[in-house]
């Protein structure tokens, strides 16, 4: 099931904003991570968040963990239009074996140049 | 290292024959999983490997679904008697396991459409 959501589905802004984009999850986790995919394309990993974390930066990109409210955000600043792409986010939850992930639905974020 | 491959990208098949998929992780990941993504929908688990042995299976994967990892190395993904509501894109990503915090590296995907 998919556990993720991911709020907003769509986000349209210009460059040189900052897109925000949230995940709430219901389990317990051992960790979240955020992907990014271009249209008909693979996921590439942006970025891992431990439960035991609550902030952590890398390049433009920001992510927050409340684990008390079960939610994560990413921050994107300063957006350039290579940015536009779909973000999922995904979590690795402590009730299931191997790591494996289970992800949310997606914000679509176009960049407008 | 040139990161996870699969092949085909592209699959089209008629309703009723038999594909197969092929992913190559990252040489010296022991772990390697299929996912499936629907359009507009974020990818779900299908299985995954620990070196040569399947771990886990989601219910997802009907009895029409197989998958290998021969030698630890490779993975192929089988659909038998396709069906059109097996038209989907197939990810395979693969990690290696040290502790909390593995990152899966996700290949290109093949998508395939069953007409």
């Known amino acids: 099931s998919q556990q993720g959501e991911e709020d907003p589905q769509a986000l349209s802004i210009q460059e040189g904003e900052n897109a925000t984009m949230n995940c709430s999850y219901k389990t317990s986790i051992n960790n979240l991570q955020w992907y990014r995919q271009n249209s008909g394309r693979g996921l590439v990993h942006l970025i891992l968040?431990?439960?035991?974390?609550r902030e952590k930066h890398s390049g433009r990109l920001r992510v927050t963990l409340d684990t008390s409210k079960k939610s994560s955000s990413l921050l994107i600043t300063a957006s350039r239009a290579a940015d536009t792409a779909s973000y999922f986010c995904?979590?690795?939850?402590?009730?299931?074996?191997?790591?494996?992930?289970?992800f949310g639905e997606g914000t679509q974020l176009t960049v407008n140049p | 290292d040139t990161g996870v491959s699969q092949d085909p990208r592209h699959k089209i098949t008629k309703r009723g024959q038999n594909v197969t998929f092929r992913c190559d992780p990252i040489s010296e990941h022991n772990r390697l999983y299929w996912y499936r993504q629907t359009l507009g929908q974020g990818p779900e688990f299908l299985t995954y490997f620990q070196n040569e042995a399947q771990l886990e299976k989601s219910r997802l994967l009907s009895d029409r679904f197989s998958a290998e990892r021969p030698k630890g190395s490779f993975s192929t993904l089988e659909i038998q008697r396709t069906e059109q509501g097996d038209s989907a894109m197939y990810l395979c990503?693969?990690?290696?396991?040290?502790?909390?915090?593995?990152?899966?590296?996700f290949g290109p995907g093949t998508r395939l459409l069953v007409l």
């Open positions: 995904a979590t690795d939850d402590r009730e299931t074996s191997g790591s494996r992930l289970t």
């Open positions: 968040i431990r439960s035991n974390e």
């Open positions: 990503a693969s990690s290696l396991l040290r502790g909390a915090g593995e990152t899966q590296y």
